[in-house]
């Protein structure tokens, strides 16, 4: 199922994903139940690269380190490591 982005006046551009049966053009707000029109993205891929990117790089990024850098990591470890009390 594709994934659009639509934009509501109040709340901003929030993405849904939609089948191809449901109305593309407009959609209801999930925040405010106003009427939200699409969004047309030419960059949806590379916008939705970025987010995966992040969430790896937020929720991967700590457990990689554990497992297989910490020993010779330390250094590099300052930059990631959220929890200043774990040093
Ligand atoms: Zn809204």
Same mark, same amino acid.
């Given at each position: 199922? +594709? ?26 707000? +999930?925040?405010?139940?106003?009427? $939200? !029109? ?7 891929? $590379?916008?939705?690269? !970025? ?19 910490? +020993?010779? !990591? ?9 929890? +200043?009390?774990?040093?």
């Amino acid at each position: 199922m +594709p994934q659009y982005t639509f934009k509501c006046e109040q709340c901003g551009e929030y993405d849904v994903w939609k089948s191809m049966n449901d109305n593309l053009a407009s959609d209801e707000c +999930p925040g405010c139940s106003g009427e $939200s !029109s699409r969004v047309f993205t030419l960059f949806n891929v $590379s916008r939705m690269d !970025s987010k995966i990117v992040k969430r790896i790089d937020e929720g991967m990024k700590p457990k990689v380190v554990k497992r297989d850098q910490l +020993p010779q !990591s330390n250094i590099r470890k300052k930059e990631t490591n959220p929890r +200043p009390w774990m040093i």
